[in-house]
Each structure stands twice: as structure tokens, then as C-alpha cells.
């Protein structure tokens, strides 16, 4: 499949306007190649004299396929026999089957239809309307687009232009009605030795190849490359600079086990809940229905039967059961995002969603994020830390943000513990043994979105609440998630009929077509606000590598070697003549007027250090309002501390975000935010 990829990439760049010798006009015969001393076929390798040349291009005629005024010939390998054809893409075309072509025109308008939620089919009956004109088998043109999309090289990286390839907070949630029809008696218990590890590239790449040979197959032809549910070949997307390696896990045929750890039984735990908060979205009837097909007593109010079938469902066959009836054949499908709305990872759940599946997950990462924000955190620490005894992924405190004393507990109930995470802004220097890239910290938390965390029952998790984090409250949308399958929802009335390869390929491609639009506008927004050229550095983050200085400024004077001198913190010391150029500097002052310039946006980013992001409006407080805005004091205070680290001393900065909070009515106890003296 590569080298066919690798030929339609040729073709596409192809600058002939003539149509390739396989796509020929009805009635216009090619002739023959003349090669000295003979002819040579413009459709297969035969050689000879050139009546006998024509008069075998004459079969390949008789049996071309044709389209209206458009004749397809197929082309045979000389080695093996076998029939292939090339994709005419450089004239816009894609053969899909030899029967069905489309126009690229037509794959692009497809594209964006699905993208904005409109069914394929849906989309050619508008055409059809608008058009006056029947268009061949909705089906085969479905098969056609997968199959165009199939061939296309999308790279399905799966990150993000501002939290890069390896996001230090991840948001998490299960899409439950996102599901594909599936036999789940069918599904073979995997070998003994089989330890939950699956080649990613090679899944997705079969699932490629099934899509692919749906081109090469007559209608009522199996197809040799089908792809079907399976506990040992069935991974998840993880992009492929964010995985740590090819061999991602997937665990879910530990949840067929009989005998239930304390781990797993928090599993089923959360997959009742979540059932029972959906079996009450169920009409009345519906429900009785459903408590008579498990063998219960159908007799009652709505809470009697909600409550007998709770009871019942502690069986797992009859859990089952019920799943099926709620929510579909599959589990539903789950993903990882970062706080900008970009999907890092999706996992297509075969059976009920538990913590193990985003444990896969993120047990797949390369680096293990700081913040994981998870409706059911409790349960995703338990068993992640169990699965990981030696190195205890969640910690310090079992991945709440301080430890669970009472005092702490009523603190943080009370709404006066505020624990700062100062590295989610500025990374640690120097980094912590085994750190994240982006912040530097080895510390990892587990808290809850702020829609379920107060539906716990452990007093514990009121350490797991988002507001206790100053850095991360405010600024993280946990219901990130929600947003997008809000819209993903309006795709189940198509996705939910597919194939559970066509629902998985399509789904990834859906998902990766959201990400490069999200990417594409925050990078827009990042070059208007900047005026300079934007590219991602090595972990994937957008960086300015030029900044266009506006017109306004002269560029007569520059700066050199001397202010550079001049402006190192070595260098710096404390006396007024290490904090001036001391010369007349036009440039300087140019710039200065154009920072603090209030006609032109606010918003203008005009410094980026580090994750300090200081726009005109955090320049203009302090420079012609004498109000000094936290963000510049911020950055301030750390090139002071960094002058202190040159002369060999130490000094501990306090966020002055945090000094506020000292005051009524917070009154908070200010040496909570000092360092021990340890």
C-alpha cells in the first residue's frame, strides 16, 4: 500500500494535462509505441510488428470498462497475473473500483460535508436534487471516499501547536453512544502469554489495507482483509511523536477475568454508576422491558426496577446485557485532549469503559502528563498505581494536590487551601529527575472536571478539586471534552452503522480533520497578534523564529554585542548604572513608544518567555498607569532571582498572585506558600 501511495504522490505532481494511458475518451483508440524496430502496447508489455500491436490494443478496448465518455482499462502484472490500475489524480480523478470514479472535487465537498456532520449518503442526495441526476450506488461512493482518504498521506500526529506533542494537562472522558455493531460472543479470549501489548502502526495499518481492498473485490467477495474486533490486535491512536514506542497497550480482555481484585472491582463500580445514571434516562416501558428480557420482576415503579436490576447486574452476564441495551454493541470510545480542545489520543472501547482504558493510555505516553482531569479520578489512581506498584505513576499523595490530613481535608472543603503548582507557568530549573519536558516537574496529580467533583463520596477527593490549583483555575475548560462531543453526537445517526473498521477509520480521520482546524486558527491568531513567522520547535510547540518590527520603527540604529552585554542578568548588578544603556539609543526609545502605544491592539503579544506569554496591556499597566500587573512582576522577579543565582545566593519568589489571597475575606496563612526550611 505504501508504494501505491508512493505512485499517487507522483501522479499528483504531475504537471500533463493528457489523461493517463489507463482513462482513455470512448471511441479514440491510442496507437502504438514505436520502439526500433517494433511496437510496443500503450497497455501491457507486448511487443511486435505494428498491425499485430493494433490489432491487440483492439481487445484491451472490447474489454475497458466505460463511463459515459470515459473509458477505464485495467493493466495485468506480467510476473503474477494480477489486475492493477494507477489513481489519475493529476486529473483529477480517483478510481476507486473501476466502476466507481470520482472527481477530487467531489471527495473535498464529501470531506466537509462528514465535518459538518452531514451523512455521505445525506450529502449525494442533495447533489442528486440539485443536480437533476442519479448517481451510482450510495454505498460504493462511501467506499470510494474511505478509500480516497485511505490513500491520502494524513500524518495523524495529534498534537498541539500550544501545549506541543507532549501536554502536560490532559482532560479525559468517554464518548458512550459512539459505537459500531458487534458480536462480542464472537471475540476469542486471548492466548495465556499475550500481556496487552499491540503494534499500533501495524493495527492502523491493516485497518488501511481493508479499506484499500475494497477496490479490488467484486460485490459478493469477502474481503481478505477485514478487520474484526479482537483483544489482541486492537490498539489505540496515540500520535506518533507522543507514544512512547510502536507497542502501545491494550488491556481490556483483563476485564473478562472471574476473580475481581479491589482494583477491578472499582472498575465495574464506575461502569454501574454510569449505567444507572442512564438506565434513568429510560422511559418507563423501555425499562420494563429490559428487566423482563434479564429475568427480573417487572412489577413496580420506575425506582423499584431501577433498583432490581442494579442488584442484578452485579452478574456480569447480565451486565452485559444491559450494557447492550444502553449503550450499544461497543464500549463507546475515549479520549485524551488538552486543555485547547486538540484530541492527543482515542481509544475505541470494545467492551464497558473502566479506569484500565485510560490507563492504557496514558501508560503509552512517552512522558506521563502532570494533571490528569478525569470524572472518576479516585478510581484512575487506584488502578494505575496498582498496575505500576515499583513506580506509582500518581504521585506525591496518591495524585491529590497535598496530603490528606484533616486539616487539609477541612482547608480545602472550607475553600481556603490554595496549592500552587508555580511550574505549570515557568518550568523547574533545574528539572526534577525523570521530569516532564514542558514543566520540568516528576509530580503527577489525578483531580476531577468540575461537573462531577462533588459526586464523590470520599472526603479524600475534596483534594482533587481543580479550584485548589491557582495555576490551573480559570485557565483549564474541563469540559473541554463535552464541547466536542456535543458535536460528535450529531454523527452517530451515520457512524453508528458503519463497520467497525469504516467507524474507527473514519472516526480518527474525523478527529485528526478537527485537530488541524483547531491548529490551523490558533496559529492564524498567533501570526496576527505577533507579526512574525511562526514555526513549532522540538516539541512541537509554536515558536516565533522572526518578528516583523512594524514600519514605524528605525532600523538605522541596531542593537549589537554591547546590549546584549549589557542586558545578561550576569552582568547585572545592584546599582542604577546596570539598569541603563547609558548612551542615547533611538531604537530603544522607537520601541518603547511602539510597546506602550495604546491606539494599537491590546492584545498584541509582545513578549514570549519560557510559558510567559506578556502582551501590550501587561506593558501599558506598568508603564503609564504605574500599576504593575502580576504577569510583568512575575517575569520582574525572576530575572532577580536569576541576578541572586549569579552571585552565588538564593532567594524564593512567591507568585504575586498569591499575596492577595493573604488578605480578607481569604485571610490565608502566607507561610503556606514559603518553602520548608528543611
Known amino acids: 500500500m505504501s508504494e501505491e501511495r508512493d505512485f499517487v504522490g507522483k501522479m499528483a505532481a504531475r504537471s500533463e494535462t493528457t489523461l493517463h494511458s489507463t482513462v482513455c475518451k470512448e471511441g479514440i483508440l491510442k496507437n502504438p509505441i514505436f520502439v526500433a524496430p517494433n511496437y510496443k502496447c500503450q497497455f501491457c508489455s507486448k511487443v511486435g510488428e505494428y498491425a499485430y500491436v493494433v490489432a491487440h490494443m483492439q481487445t484491451h478496448e472490447k474489454t475497458a470498462v466505460k463511463h459515459g465518455d470515459v473509458t477505464t482499462y485495467c493493466k495485468r502484472c506480467g510476473l503474477c497475473g494480477h489486475f492493477y490500475r494507477y489513481q489519475e489524480w493529476a486529473e483529477g480523478l480517483h478510481n476507486f473500483d473501476d466502476h466507481t470514479i470520482l472527481t477530487l472535487h467531489l471527495c473535498t465537498f464529501l470531506r466537509q460535508s462528514v465535518q459538518n456532520h452531514t451523512a455521505v449518503g445525506r450529502a449525494l442526495d442533495i447533489l442528486e436534487q440539485t443536480n437533476q441526476k442519479k448517481y451510482p450506488n450510495h454505498d460504493s461512493i462511501l467506499h470510494g471516499y474511505l478509500h480516497f482518504e485511505a490513500l491520502t498521506e494524513h500524518n ?7 501545549c506541543g506533542i507532549h501536554p502536560p494537562v490532559v482532560i479525559m472522558d468517554l464518548h458512550k453512544k459512539g459505537v459500531f455493531s458487534m458480536p462480542v460472543s464472537d471475540i476469542e479470549d486471548p492466548p495465556p502469554q499475550f500481556e496487552g501489548h499491540v503494534d499500533i502502526e501495524e493495527f492502523w495499518q491493516s485497518v488501511d489495507q481493508e479499506i484499500v481492498c475494497r477496490g479490488f473485490l467484486q460485490s459478493n467477495r469477502e474481503n481478505p482483509c477485514k478487520v474484526s474486533p479482537s483483544y489482541v490486535k486492537w490498539a489505540p491512536w496515540i500520535g506518533p511523536l507522543t507514544r512512547a514506542s510502536k507497542k502501545v497497550l491494550n488491556t481490556e480482555y483483563a476485564k473478562l477475568t472471574a476473580k475481581k481484585s479491589v482494583v477491578e472491582q472499582a472498575d465495574i463500580d464506575i461502569s454501574e454508576e454510569r449505567l444507572s445514571s442512564e438506565l434513568m434516562n429510560l422511559k418507563v416501558d423501555a425499562l420494563r422491558k429490559l428487566v423482563k428480557e434479564c429475568g427480573v420482576d417487572s412489577k413496580g415503579s420506575k425506582m423499584d426496577l431501577l433498583l432490581r436490576l442494579r442488584e442484578e447486574m452485579k452478574t456480569r452476564s447480565t451486565y452485559d446485557k444491559v450494557f447492550q441495551k444502553v449503550w450499544g454493541a461497543s464500549g463507546g470510545w475515549a479520549v485524551i485532549m488538552c486543555p485547547c480542545g486538540i484530541v492527543n489520543s482515542v481509544k475505541f472501547n470494545i467492551r464497558a469503559e473502566s479506569p484500565r482504558d485510560y490507563a492504557d493510555m496514558l501508560l503509552s505516553f512517552k512522558h506521563f502528563p502532570n494533571v490528569v482531569i478525569y470524572d472518576f479520578a479516585r478510581g484512575l489512581v487506584t488502578h494505575t498505581n496498582f498496575r505500576e506498584p515499583e513506580r506509582l505513576p500518581f504521585s506525591p499523595f496518591e495524585g491529590r494536590v497535598a496530603a490528606a490530613t484533616p ?55 475534596a483534594l482533587r478539586l481543580i479550584g485548589l490549583v491557582p495555576e490551573l483555575c480559570g485557565w483549564v475548560n474541563s469540559q473541554i471534552v463535552e464541547q466536542l462531543f456535543s458535536g460528535m453526537r450529531k454523527n452517530n445517526y451515520f457512524m453508528n452503522s458503519l463497520s467497525p473498521a469504516s467507524h474507527i477509520f473514519l472516526m480518527r480521520n474525523i478527529l485528526h480533520h478537527h485537530n488541524e482546524k483547531v491548529n490551523q486558527q490558533a496559529l492564524e491568531d498567533l501570526k496576527r497578534v505577533s507579526h512574525g513567522d511562526v514555526t513549532l520547535d522540538a516539541h512541537g510547540k509554536a515558536t ?7 514600519k514605524d520603527v528605525d532600523m538605522a540604529d541596531h542593537c549589537g554585542e554591547q546590549c546584549e552585554a549589557l542586558t545578561m542578568t550576569s552582568n547585572l548588578m545592584p546599582c542604577r548604572a546596570s539598569w541603563t544603556l547609558g548612551v542615547h539609543h533611538p531604537l530603544q526609545e522607537q520601541l518603547v513608544n511602539y510597546v506602550l502605544d495604546e491606539d494599537r491592539p491590546m492584545n498584541e503579544l509582545i513578549v514570549k518567555d519560557g510559558q510567559t506569554c506578556l502582551t501590550r496591556e501587561n506593558f501599558v499597566s506598568l508603564g503609564l498607569r504605574r500599576e504593575m500587573d502580576s504577569m510583568v512582576g512575575n517575569a520582574c522577579f525572576r530575572l532577580i532571582k536569576e541576578i541572586f543565582q549569579h552571585q552565588g545566593k538564593d532567594v524564593y519568589i512567591v507568585d504575586l498572585h498569591i499575596p492577595p489571597t493573604w488578605l480578607l475575606p481569604s485571610s490565608c496563612d502566607p507561610f503556606l506558600c514559603l518553602p520548608n526550611s528543611e
Open 407 to 461: 486539616e487539609n481535608i477541612a482547608s480545602a472543603k472550607r475553600g481556603e487551601l490554595k496549592i500552587n503548582l508555580s511550574w505549570l507557568q515557568i518550568k523547574k530549573d533545574p528539572p526534577d529527575l525523570n521530569g516532564h519536558p514542558a514543566t520540568g516537574s516528576a509530580e503527577h496529580y489525578a483531580l476531577y472536571d468540575t461537573f462531577h467533583q462533588y459526586n464523590t463520596k470520599d472526603e479524600k477527593d
Open 544 to 550: 516565533l523564529v522572526h518578528v516583523n518590527i512594524p
Open 156 to 162: 495523524y500526529n495529534f498534537s498541539c501547536v500550544h
